[in-house]
C-alpha cells in the first residue's frame, strides 16, 4: 500500500482478534513513529505500552471514563451509537495491547481580557505540546495501518486521567490520549468526509 492508500483506508478499530502482537513489531512501529515533527525539535513526549494485568487495570478506569462521558455521548449520537461505544470502553474491543502518550504537565492562566497574542503566550508550552504529540499519534495510526494492525485514537479516557495517572503512578505528565492496538476483527466502513473543507485563494 501506498501512503495515500493507508491513509484513505485506515479506520478506528473496536474489536480486535486474540492474538499477541510481536514485541519487535511493535517496537519497529514506535521507534519510527517517534520520527514525527515536534516543536523546537522538543521532542518532549512518552509512549507507555501495556499489556497483561496491567492492562486490565487500567480497564477499569476507561470504564470510568466511559460513564462520565456518557452525558455528552447522548448529546451527539443516538441510543444505540451510545451503547455500542460504552461496549467498547469496557473491554476496549479486546485489544492486547494499550499505548498511552504522554506530554509534559503545564499550567497555565487565560482571562476572558486576553488578547490573542495574550492567550498564546500564556497557553503556548501546551499548545505546542499538544500538536506535537498528535502528530506522533498519526504516525502511530499510519504505521500501525501499514503493519496490519488496527487502532482507535481515544481521548475519553481524560474523563478519568486522575485514576489512570494513579494507576500508572505518573504525576508529571499530562495524559493525551489512549490507542488500543491489535489485529482487528472487523472491517468497518469509511465515514463521509464533511463538506468543502479546502479553501482556495489566489489560484
Known amino acids: 500500500m501506498n501512503l495515500s492508500e493507508i491513509i484513505r483506508e485506515r479506520r478506528s478499530i473496536r474489536k480486535y482478534l486474540d492474538r ?6 511493535l517496537s519497529e512501529l514506535l521507534e519510527d513513529a517517534l520520527w514525527a515533527p515536534s516543536g523546537t525539535n522538543r521532542q518532549n513526549w512518552d509512549i507507555y505500552v501495556v499489556r497483561g494485568e496491567k492492562k486490565d487495570k487500567l480497564l477499569e478506569s476507561v470504564k470510568l471514563a466511559g460513564e462520565i462521558f456518557k452525558p455528552k455521548l447522548k448529546t451527539l ?27 509534559p504537565k503545564v499550567t497555565y492562566e487565560i482571562r476572558p481580557d486576553m488578547s490573542s497574542l ?12 499538544t500538536l506535537s504529540a498528535a502528530a506522533l499519534i498519526q504516525n502511530i495510526l499510519l504505521l500501525a495501518k501499514e503493519k496490519g494492525l488496527g487502532t482507535c485514537w481515544m481521548t475519553a479516557p481524560k474523563n478519568a486521567e486522575d485514576q ?13 490520549s489512549i490507542i488500543p492496538i491489535g489485529y482487528p476483527d472487523q472491517d468497518p466502513p469509511a465515514p463521509p468526509r464533511k463538506g468543502e473543507k479546502i479553501h482556495w485563494i489566489g489560484f
Not at 495574550?118 to 505540546?129: L, Q, S, W
Request: aromatic share 10%; proline share 5%; glycine share 6%.
Open 20 to 25: 499477541d502482537i510481536p514485541r519487535e513489531v
Open 77 to 103: 449520537f443516538p441510543e444505540k451509537m451510545v451503547n455500542i461505544t460504552l461496549n467498547f470502553f469496557r473491554d476496549l474491543g479486546g485489544a492486547p495491547v494499550l499505548l498511552l502518550v504522554y506530554m
Open 118 to 129: 495574550e492567550k498564546y503566550k500564556a497557553e503556548h508550552a501546551r499548545f505546542t505540546n
Open 164 to 176: 489512570i495517572n494513579e494507576e500508572m503512578g505518573i504525576t508529571d505528565k499530562e495524559l493525551v
